[in-house]
């Protein structure tokens, strides 16, 4: 039984590993034929950051994580939310506009804030879940073209709600009351720059995630309908009220995303306010597959990736969009890689099952016509 659950950690270890060193040649290609020096980026990208670096990755990362859950519930629903991204706009201004009116005072209005980014962004998911379910629309599409409309529609709300800001050409919100901000704290000595507080929420949002997906019958439920939406029927499970639920939370958690950048760094939503971060989601919950701890790993090595692609401009000359280009191959290496381990642990149960049969791989068809004669 041990050497079993050596062989699944190992082969769990070898997709991702597959995938980074994948990920690392295509992109040491790209950049020798660019003429750039594939030394001296891998150099910069692999050096120690230091404790203002490593406090960015920190943040980043909590950020990413949050997206990378959010997009992962869709996933082991077999739901592709792509529009993590618009779903956390839309409750960022909310949250912010909730937050800066004040209507309660202190960490109560913290958490009318966090609870009205929730509300916000399960109602957006939730367009996308009610069209799946009574008109049969594609989440894929119908969450891209929310994307859209959500953009759009928090650009022509946040001129409404702007509030005048003297020697600044950016336009926000009012700001969060001091009394309601999450306060951070120093993690890495010598640090200028603060570890956001929120990240012990969003290690919550992971741990409750991984519990309501393998303690509960709910997480029972939804995970079987993502393996078999018709052995899910045949079993008593109402498929389009678990297709529904899992939206609602997955725009739940998406809602949360913006809330470490509002609540802990800018404190009002502007037009400068940080976009992208859903579209990073999908990326880090593939590579993680969708397991929180994973996602984790996931969320960490992008954040570090994006830190330290940063001074490729001054120090080697070289576009830190080599970056984005090694996160792109990453995505499309890890579905490959994920597939051949998953193949070859096919092949593998397969042998040792006709080796506890007591056929060999030369007898394997001998088994089977022992095994069709004994039915």
């Known amino acids: 039984m041990t050497d079993q659950r050596l062989k699944r950690l190992g082969l769990a270890i070898a997709a991702p590993v597959l995938a ?51 997009v992962a519930i869709g996933f082991r629903m077999n739901l592709f939310n792509i529009g993590v991204d618009g779903q956390y706009r839309v409750a960022s201004f909310v949250a912010a506009v909730v937050a800066g009116e004040a209507f309660l005072p ?66 926000a919100t009012k700001p969060v009351p001091e009394g309601s901000r999450i306060p951070g704290f120093t993690l890495f000595p010598g640090a200028p720059n603060e570890v956001y507080g929120f990240l012990f929420l969003a290690f919550g949002v992971g741990v409750a995630y991984w519990v309501v997906i393998n303690k509960t019958r709910f997480g029972f439920d939804l995970r079987a309908t993502g393996l078999s939406e018709s052995a899910a029927v045949a079993s008593g499970i109402r498929v389009k009220k678990m297709i529904f639920i899992s939206m609602l939370l997955s725009g739940a958690v998406a809602g949360l995303v913006g809330m470490p950048i509002l609540l802990g760094e ?15 989601g999908i990326a880090i919950a593939l590579l993680g597959r969708n397991h929180p701890i ?43 890689a994920y597939e051949v381990v998953r193949r070859y642990g096919v092949r593998l149960e397969q042998r040792q099952v006709a080796a506890a049969l007591g056929a060999g791989p030369e007898g394997r068809g001998a088994g089977g016509d022992r095994k069709e004669v004994a039915s």
Do not use: C, H
């Open 106 to 171: 202190g960490y109560l209005n913290t958490i009318l804030a966090l609870v009205a980014a929730m509300a916000v962004g399960a109602l957006w998911a939730g367009i996308a879940g009610l069209l799946r379910v009574t008109r049969g629309v594609s989440e894929v599409i119908s969450t891209i073209m929310l994307n859209s409309i959500a953009t759009a529609l928090v650009a022509y709300l946040l001129r409404k709600a702007a509030v005048d800001n003297p020697g600044s050409n950016i336009t």
């Open 20 to 70: 980074l060193f994948a990920a690392f040649l295509i992109t040491s290609l790209v950049l020798a034929i660019a003429g750039d020096s594939v030394t001296g980026v891998w150099g910069q990208i692999l050096s120690l950051p230091e404790a203002r670096g490593m406090t960015n990755i920190v943040n980043s990362a909590t950020v990413y994580y949050l997206s990378g859950v959010a």
């Open 266 to 280: 800018a404190y009002a939503y502007g037009s400068t306010f940080q976009s992208g971060l859903g579209f990073a």
């Open 294 to 336: 994973g996602i984790a790993f996931g969320a960490l090595l992008f954040a570090y990736l994006d830190e330290q692609s940063n001074p490729l401009q001054i120090l080697q000359n070289v576009s830190p969009d080599i970056v984005r280009i090694t996160q792109g191959t990453i995505v499309l290496t890890v579905v490959i």
